[in-house]
């Protein structure tokens, strides 16, 4: 199992709701040379430009050229997006979990993910810092579902 990082853009955070919607996951870029390695069973955590880690969803299968502007919603369509990959969301907090950056703001505290890697639309990450977000991640939706009751 690999785990990524997708990244929705702090500028459209509609797109999380379109994902889950036609659940897929939409990379964008115009090369279509360089499909993603992506397959069943892969992991992925989703940051919120922003705001902070929002969900974690398990890949359900390859990634693959959208077949039309219905499974390409968000703005720019196909034209914008050159490859989805279909998932299924295991777990969303209802506020995001933000973890800080070093004070150079080059990496993550807690995963040392560098900066760059949540400006791609995916990025391939290590298991180790991907299950301790994971880890976090429930214990915030436990922490949230307590504070809701």
Not at 2 to 11: E, M, Q, R, S, V
Not at 28 to 35: I, L, T
Not at 39 to 54: C, F, N, P
Not at 102 to 129: C, H, M, Y
Request: glycine share 10%; hydrophobic share 40%; charged share 25%.
């Amino acid at each position: 199992m690999t785990w990524y990082l997708c990244t929705i853009g702090k500028a459209a955070p509609r797109n999380w709701e379109l994902c889950k919607q036609v659940r897929l996951y939409g990379i964008p870029g115009s090369d279509r040379a360089r499909r993603p390695r992506v397959e069943a069973g892969d992991r992925v955590l989703v940051w919120q430009g922003g705001q902070g880690y929002i969900a974690e969803a398990a890949i359900t299968g390859p990634a693959r050229i959208p077949s039309g502007d219905d499974e390409a919603p968000w703005p720019g369509h196909t034209y914008r997006f050159a490859y989805v990959f279909p998932i299924e969301v295991v777990l969303e907090v209802e506020s995001p979990l933000f973890l800080a950056f070093s004070g150079t703001g080059n990496k993550q505290v807690g995963t040392d993910f560098p900066k760059g890697w949540f400006q791609r639309g995916l990025a391939s990450i290590p298991e180790k810092a991907a299950t301790y977000v994971s880890s976090l991640l429930r214990e915030k939706r436990a922490s949230d579902e307590l504070k809701a009751k």
